[in-house]
């Protein structure tokens, strides 16, 4: 059975900082992708930063550029998101997602997702 452990919320001031973790199992982790999403209370899930299984290239959305990091660590099976000068915009449960695709096949997996609150 494949899971996704994500953990690392609470709550913070803005300008604070958070690290989230996630954690896999049950799955060749390092054959897959791993992203995090967000999604705030009324709002679409949003992909934040994801970091890639081959080369360790990682994305972040405009939004975060410059104030997030993601980084894997393929011996543990575990990825980080350190989140600096959080604003309160950055408030979202935030998921863990796990994607292998070659060719026509896709495996895909969601964490249970950890809550982030950012107060002004």
């Known amino acids: 059975e494949v899971q996704l452990q994500a953990s690392g919320g609470g709550l913070v001031q803005a300008g604070g900082s958070l690290r989230l973790s996630c954690v896999a199992s049950?799955?060749?982790?390092?054959?897959?992708?791993i992203g995090w999403f967000r999604q705030a209370p009324g709002k679409e899930r949003e992909g934040v930063s994801c970091i890639r299984s081959d080369d360790g290239n990682t994305y972040h959305v405009d939004s975060v550029k410059g104030r997030f990091t993601i980084s894997r660590d393929n011996a543990k099976n575990t990825v980080n998101l350190q989140m600096n000068s959080l604003k309160p915009e950055d408030t979202a449960v935030y998921y863990c997602n796990a994607k292998f695709r070659v060719l026509l096949t896709t495996r895909e997996y969601w964490g249970q997702g950890t809550l982030v609150t950012v107060s002004s």
């Open positions: 049950g799955l060749s982790f390092d054959e897959y992708a």
